[in-house]
């Protein structure tokens, strides 16, 4: 008996052993090594940034040339005012346009560039004595008489960032300052909404995020029309020879790049990088049969045929595999000597006067008629030099408008200065910047939240430190944006907007978070239990006798007590 009692004590204490050596090393020593590593999120910062606040600040110089104020009302200044304007693009998306507009007299300097002979050299001197900042604007106000204007135009829109406004009756009858500027600020808005950001801009800007009101149809053509923001683009100039045995062309595109475009992308550089490359592609059709006109004597290609032209060039162009940027297509079309001369019609049956045509954010197409160079009586092939000055004219504004550089039309009495060689104003370049800036904060904060949130309803995704990084680098570079566009600084929004967007995409597209990777729950289940059920059944019907004995010896010890 007293054999058998320590043998059943013996393994009452290796059953107890067993289960407590598996319960405390075991079971945390297993959990340990299972576990999903998940590195810390600034998950209540990125909650923050989902609920979109942005100010947006500009700073507008009024300079008054002589013989625009009075002496009394020259008392007042120089004078600051701060203009705000609310607008609730949605319940998730709040913005505020702040102005702050600083009233002051011209100095001796800027008088004797307001005397120059044309509007023109008077911007340029002006622009020389001092450059405004990125994203500012200097109104000067001119009198009446003066010959910088011609008399049918009362506001000129200079290449830089500054503008003429002339004093017309209605101010001269202002007998203080404050009237005189209550009867200037409707002419200053105008300014401003032509050379500054605009609700339409910024709206357009946020079309990924917010949905359009059936009222802004121009605004949602616009952005639909121009590429998302990229940090870099790739431009293709592509020659299409359909006929190389009556043709041969040659094109100077190296030189024409460097003429036409290249001054417009270094321009252009703050808001993204870009590259140029260029092909000659041989017996490329256009895919689409023109038609023949009889009473023009020429082949025509209408509006409704022109959406069947792109799908089989594109199969020709080839791709760039080794970048993600978005390519910008420029095709110059060369038409066989048998379907020459070869038009573009619009929806109203005329010709398009460029011969050109462009698909959103893909590119555009000219068709280049070389029919007039030769005679019946040439011999083929013929030898053509393209003009690449005209080609080039009709892809840099194709280029502006894919790019998102939008030139809507004066409103009556202004008068816009022409791009000049860089093909852009300085005020285009800050409309375009205050877009990208907006589209890039959104955009990052969209990919942002949407990560945060995917990773909080998929528990068992691993977070590595790497990706833990690049989502802190985006949440600072998120709140750098906002705190820069706040202060107006323009450039710099730019930049710490473009740091977001690419620490967020890296970080949301980062291969570790594929959740195929891991295993599912029921996945998890049946590859444990095989392993643990043979281990633990016999550990717990053990303690199961064990605390069986013990309940038995607690009722005998009470029966006796009783």
């Known amino acids: 008996m007293a054999t058998a009692e320590v043998e059943r ?14 319960i405390i090393v075991g079971v945390p020593l297993w959990w340990k090594t299972t576990e999903t590593y998940r590195a810390w999120l600034p998950v209540s910062q990125i909650r923050e940034l989902a609920k979109l606040q942005l100010q947006l600040s500009a700073d507008v110089e009024v300079v008054f040339a002589r013989g625009t104020v009075t002496p009394e009302q020259q008392k007042k200044v120089p004078l600051t005012k701060t203009q705000e304007e609310d607008h609730a693009v949605d ?11 600083k009233y002051r007299t011209a100095t001796i300097m800027e008088e004797d560039a307001l005397n120059k002979p044309t509007a023109a050299e008077a911007d340029l001197a002006l622009h020389m004595l001092s450059e ?36 017309v009756a209605q101010m001269r009858t202002a007998k203080t300052f404050e009237q005189l500027l209550d009867r200037l600020q409707p002419h200053i808005i105008q300014v401003l909404r032509i050379m500054s950001f605009s609700r339409a801009d910024i709206t357009a800007a946020l079309s990924d995020r917010v949905r ?16 998302k923001s990229s940090p870099g683009y790739e431009i293709t100039f592509s020659l299409l020879n359909p006929d190389p045995k009556s043709h041969r062309l040659h094109w100077d595109i190296e030189g024409a790049a460097q003429t036409y475009i290249q001054p417009l992308l270094m321009k252009m550089s703050p808001v993204a990088n870009f590259s140029i490359d260029s092909q000659t592609l041989h017996y490329a059709m256009l895919g689409v049969n023109p ?36 390519v910008l297509n420029f095709l110059l079309y060369v038409p066989d000597s048998h379907h020459s001369p070869l038009y573009i019609q619009d929806h109203h049956k005329q010709e398009v006067p460029s011969n050109a045509f462009h698909s959103p954010r893909w590119g555009g197409i000219m068709v280049y008629n070389v029919d007039s160079s030769y005679g019946p009586e040439a011999e083929f092939p013929v030898d053509i030099n393209i003009n690449m000055a005209k080609v080039m004219g009709v892809f840099l504004a194709q280029l502006r408008l894919l790019l998102g550089v939008q030139s809507s039309p004066p409103p009556p009495g202004f008068l816009v200065a022409p791009c000049g060689s860089t093909g852009l104003a300085d005020w285009e370049l800050d409309r375009l910047m205050w877009s990208r800036s907006v589209e890039n ?6 990919t942002i939240t949407s990560l945060a949130q995917l990773l909080d309803q998929i528990g068992n995704i691993v977070i ?49 978070l594929l959740h195929l ?27 199961l006798k064990i605390a069986s004995e013990a309940r038995q010896k607690r009722r005998e010890k009470q029966a006796k007590k009783d």
Do not use: W
């Open 441 to 446: 904060i959104a955009t990052a904060t969209t």
């Open 212 to 227: 359009f009101h059936p009222g802004s149809k121009e605004s949602v053509a616009d952005s639909m029309r121009a590429f």
């Open 9 to 22: 004590r013996r393994g009452q204490l290796a059953a107890l052993s067993i289960a407590a050596v598996v």
């Open 464 to 512: 590595n430190d790497n990706i833990a990084e690049q989502v802190s680098n985006a949440v600072t570079s998120l709140q750098l944006a906002v705190a820069e566009l706040d202060a107006g600084n323009l450039g710099f929004a730019l930049q710490f907007s473009k740091e977001a967007i690419l620490a967020s995409e890296k970080a949301f597209f980062d291969p570790s």
């Open 132 to 167: 405004s900042p990125c994203g500012s604007l200097v109104i000067y106000v001119i009198p009446e008489s003066s010959s910088l204007l011609h008399e049918d135009v009362k506001v000129y829109v200079g290449q830089r960032r500054t503008a003429l406004l002339r004093v």
């Open 517 to 543: 990777l891991y295993f599912p729950d029921d996945q998890k289940f049946a590859i444990y239990i095989p392993l643990f059920l043979p281990m633990c059944v016999p550990i717990l019907l053990s303690l």
């Open 291 to 326: 038609r023949y006109d009889s009473s023009r004597s020429a082949y025509t290609l209408n509006a409704d045929s022109l959406a069947h032209v792109i799908n089989p060039v594109e199969a020709r162009l080839g791709s760039n595999a080794a970048s993600s940027n978005p």
């Open 91 to 101: 319940e998730g998306t709040t913005l505020k346009y702040r102005y702050e507009t």
